[in-house]
C-alpha cells in the first residue's frame, strides 16, 4: 500500500510497518505513472500528417514509439499491481 505526501510515500512493508521513500523515490514513481500517456500522446502527434505536414515519422520510428509504448505501460502496470 502507498500513500503519497509532500515529503515522500509512506509504504508498508510485508509485516505491515511502515516506512518513508525519499521525496525523489516518489517523484520517479509518479515520473513512471504519467509517462505512457505522454508517449502516446507524442506519438499520435508526430504521426499525423494534419499537424506535422511532411515531417511525420517514418515507419521505423513509428514502430519504436510504440515498442516504448508497450514497455513503459507494461513496467507502469507492473509497478502498480505488485506495489
Do not use: Q
Request: net charge positive.
Amino acid at each position: 500500500m502507498v500513500g503519497f505526501s509532500g515529503w515522500g510515500a509512506a509504504r508498508c512493508d510485508e509485516r505491515g510497518k511502515e516506512y518513508m521513500y525519499k521525496p525523489s523515490e516518489g517523484s520517479a514513481v509518479i515520473n513512471g505513472l504519467l509517462a505512457p500517456p505522454l508517449i502516446l500522446l507524442v506519438i499520435l502527434l508526430t504521426s499525423s500528417h494534419k499537424v506535422m505536414g511532411k515531417r511525420v515519422n517514418s515507419p521505423l520510428l513509428r514502430y519504436l514509439g510504440w515498442a516504448t509504448f508497450g514497455v513503459m505501460t507494461a513496467a507502469a502496470v507492473g509497478m502498480v499491481l505488485t506495489s
